[in-house]
């Protein structure tokens, strides 16, 4: 039998362009001196994606992971210049809360996203899309294993 393999070419390179690809309700930036500015600045043009509440987190070398979440929308929360630079850094996430598990209207700010840790050996901080279908079975697991 001859080969059924099928070859096609790309036509376009994905990361040989500038355009911004529009994705949920989360926004990243790095190298810039002032990320939170900018976050907030795509948080807002995504404010469309959720509306619940959003949050930034930044990291500089200095100082570690900052994190700022709020409920309600961004231009309530994030344009005012002490919120901003109490964000500093030149990399940070963003994310705006649209609830598609429990109750609308029930959100606890331990919800409100991106979250971050900070551990022996460094620290991380991720925004997430979209449900985890087995969390309650994943948490009680990492409960019993002393988590």
Known sequence: MPDQTISRALTTDPFDDDKLREECGIFGVTGVADAANFVALGLHALQHRGQEAGGIVTYHP?????????????????????????????????????????????????DVQPFFGEFSM????????GNITNADALRRELIERGS
């Open 62 to 110: 200095e100082t570690g992971f900052t994190s700022a979440r709020r409920f309600g929308l961004v231009r309530d929360n994030f344009t005012k210049e002490d919120v901003i630079k109490s964000l500093p850094g030149a990399l940070g996430i963003g994310h705006v809360r649209y609830s598609t598990t429990g109750s609308k209207g029930n959100t606890q700010i331990r």
């Open 122 to 129: 460094g620290g991380a901080a991720i925004a997430h899309n």
